[in-house]
């Protein structure tokens, strides 16, 4: 057999090999468009869910004060002074709410918001239901 040709072998290697090597290739090329579209999809949807949570903290901010200056100087009256105990703590609540990325829950912290907001809206004697459609997480 001469040296310059090639091992029959080696061919039938390379012909029967082909499709694993097209399937590898094509499955590298589907994850990483799968990864890049994932990552945009992803990002969209978090500026979504961000967005909403945010008009929603900005509605608590707005509300309670709004309601302080309705209660501005109430003293003496026991159902005042506590609606103004409960907007304060709202008015903390939602003003500490975290704005950037965090690993803390989210979900927990939104939930509590909108627990104190119900209670100040059952305290003031009116309806609790926030105008933007709220969804659970």
Known sequence: MEDNQPDINNLFDSIVLSEDKWVGEGYLEGYRAGEREGSREGERLGR???H???VEI???LGF???WR???KGEVGDKRKERVIVALDRLGDLAGCFPQVNSKEELGDRLETVRAKFKLVCSLLKINSEFGISSSNW
């Open 48 to 50: 979504q869910r961000g």
């Open 52 to 54: 909403k949570i945010g």
């Open 58 to 60: 900005g509605f608590y």
């Open 64 to 66: 309670v004060e709004q």
């Open 69 to 71: 200056q309705v209660y």
